[in-house]
């Protein structure tokens, strides 16, 4: 008796015709008219600026790397005030934890690692800027990639805030400018 509903209910659902959703939903197929849009073209122009994803301009932007598989030796974009800005963002939120916030290899989780502690990046002066790219990119040691989380440019600048702390790191006072070489000799005291 406990069988007669079921065997109803898969009488009725045999009946039925069930669809796929996906496969009725409207679409435009490729050179036919389209009522959606209002010149009735169903292929669109894509937007102003738009640039495929495989056509970069320079490999060695995207990779960091000469032809030869060597680094590069200096940073292949401009470098603007605005560049640093985005480097130290970036810095400040992936890899200061790590490294430190002065490049220094002193981060929190530095302090944690019993292992090996990361190197600190004001020692590695020397290295080529496509070093410090490709070990964002593809990571290095217990560093990993970072690639999927910053873009291009991003990393590039994050390179470009590496070498400003470099720099800032070896500098003495009295190459310091007039009023931040006042302002350091003040908070020295």
Request: aromatic content about 8%; charged content about 20%; overall charge positive.
């Amino acid at each position: 008796m406990k069988a007669l509903p079921i065997l109803a209910l898969a009488f009725l659902a045999a009946g039925c015709e069930w669809v796929n959703p996906m496969l009725q939903q409207p679409k435009v197929k490729p050179y036919r008219k389209s009522v959606f849009f209002p010149d009735q073209i169903a292929m669109r122009a894509p937007p102003p600026g738009t640039q495929q994803a495989s056509s970069v301009v320079d490999p060695a932007v995207a990779t960091g790397r000469n032809g030869d598989g060597t680094p590069l030796a200096r940073i292949p974009v401009a470098l603007s005030p605005e560049m640093l800005q985005l480097g130290k963002k970036r810095y400040d939120v992936f890899c200061a934890v790590c490294h430190g916030v002065l490049g220094d290899g002193q981060g929190p989780v530095a302090r944690n690692m019993s292992i090996r502690q990361p190197p600190s990046l004001l020692a590695n002066w020397q290295r080529p800027d496509g070093f410090f790219f490709t070990a964002i990119t593809e990571g290095y040691g217990y560093m990993p990639s970072y690639g999927p989380w910053l873009g291009t440019e991003e990393r590039w600048a994050v390179v470009a805030y590496v070498r400003a702390l470099q720099l800032s790191q070896r500098s003495r006072i009295d190459q310091a400018p007039p009023d931040v070489r006042g302002r350091l000799e003040k908070e020295d005291r």
